[in-house]
């Protein structure tokens, strides 16, 4: 049995850590201390770290890391600008044993060009493509990425488990309510998951399902969120690439 952790770092950060009981991965390490205070005070040795993208709220805890212990290995994207960080880099396809699962590599560019993901069942660690209830900011890349790379995602066993990296749901489910202010789902979601995080627990992970009923980012072919955009757009909009350009922008804004 593998037990998932979210460990909160920084602002809203987490990092996520897969362990069975004595050896653990660490995703998106934006920080080393509660890492390393995390492994020692459960006796946990580290096997690998998996990166997702190159902002420094992912990677700054990695040097730390392998001073701590300098064998260790570092997987993320093949990018000139994951050289000083990674030790085997990722592209497309590649393939990673690790705890006895395979973690897949899929290449996901939006928030930035070199974003990748890892998915073994029923974990998806996102990074910073697909948030709960939202998804990342174009940095880097252009709409029509971010569409093929939440496509690619939401393609996944509906039942996956959506680790993504930063805790902004509630902030991007008060930007879904504006979108689809009658949706029960989004509702009942909003009210439980502002529970969570009044009691000082994360919202973290949800399911794929959960997402294709709430997230706006997911939903661009409905005809709810087609009107909500078009009406925020001054312009009918029923094409599915423009209406997920457009509530992106709206998010920038909102």
Not at 75 to 88: C, D, E, K
Request: some cysteine; aromatic content about 8%.
């Amino acid at each position: 049995m593998l037990t998932l952790v979210s460990l909160p770092i920084l602002t809203d950060n987490y990092i996520w850590l897969l362990h069975d009981g004595s050896s653990a991965i660490a995703v998106d390490p934006g920080e080393a201390e509660p890492l390393l205070h995390y492994l020692q005070l459960h006796g946990l040795r580290l096997q690998a770290v998996l990166c997702t993208h190159h902002h420094y709220d992912h990677v700054d805890g990695i040097p730390a890391l392998r001073h701590a212990q300098p064998d260790l290995t570092v997987y993320g994207p093949a990018t000139p600008r994951f050289s000083t960080w990674v030790t085997h880099p990722v592209v497309e396809g590649s393939r990673l044993p690790l705890l006895g699962q395979t973690f897949q590599v899929l290449e996901t560019p939006a928030h930035t060009l070199d974003h990748v993901v890892y998915y073994a069942a029923p974990w998806l660690f996102a990074g910073d493509v697909l948030f709960a209830c939202g998804c990342g900011r174009l940095f880097e890349g252009t709409p029509v990425q971010l569409q093929q790379s939440l496509q690619r995602l939401a393609a996944l066993p509906a039942e996956t488990l959506l680790c993504c990296t930063h805790e902004y749901t509630l902030s991007n489910q008060r930007f879904a309510l504006a979108v689809e202010p009658e949706s029960l789902a989004l509702q009942q979601r909003h009210a439980r998951d502002a529970q969570r995080r009044a009691a000082g627990l994360s919202t973290l992970p949800s399911t794929l399902a959960e997402e294709g009923l709430t997230n706006p980012f997911l939903r661009c072919e409905q005809a709810s969120v087609q009107r909500a955009v078009s009406q925020q757009a001054g312009a009918v909009l029923t094409d599915a690439l423009a209406v997920l350009a457009a509530l992106r922008r709206w998010k920038d804004v909102f």
